[in-house]
């Protein structure tokens, strides 16, 4: 997660929207496609190998959508808005928890691996065809224009 996050963070400062866009998709497919190849891997080597890019692709996509996220929302409300995020990722991934909790009651753990990673996957496929049909449009930030910032106390404009 620590290499996907300082990938999601170089990527961040010199991408496009429409670049974003497009490496959220693929963050998403490596995510869900190395965890399923991960839950049915028999070398310990290679389990680690494919759940640690899944791991990456999580942690690009993470600081990608939360660094897009935040630098759209006005100043007063970002601690909010963040929080609220957070909350909503946590409380999916509790839910998720529980329900491979449950679904391991009745299913091998390769399966119930096999099935999160394929339903993460969907993910890339809900958010490439927002992309391709239009709606995920770029929303203009409420970042100031450089001669609006203040500097060492003294307004520029």
Known sequence: MLVGGAV??????????????????ICYIIHGGAYVVFSQMRHFGAAL??????????AVSSVLNISQLLHR????????????????VWS??????????????SYE????????????????LFW???????????QPGPCAEIEEVEVHGESTV
Not at 9 to 15: C, D, M, V
């Open 49 to 58: 190998f494919f759940i640690a890019l899944s791991r990456a692709g999580v």
């Open 73 to 88: 929302v006005p100043d007063e409300f970002r601690g909010r808005v963040f929080s609220t995020a957070e909350s909503l």
């Open 109 to 124: 753990p390769r399966t119930i691996g096999f099935a999160a990673g394929m339903l993460s996957s969907t993910t890339a």
């Open 92 to 105: 999916t991934m509790m839910i998720s928890m529980m329900l491979a909790g449950v679904a391991s009651l």
């Open 8 to 25: 999601g963070h170089y990527l961040g400062k010199r991408i496009s929207f429409t670049s974003y866009k497009r490496a959220i998709s």
């Open 128 to 138: 490439g065809w927002a992309n391709w049909t239009g709606r995920l449009p770029e």
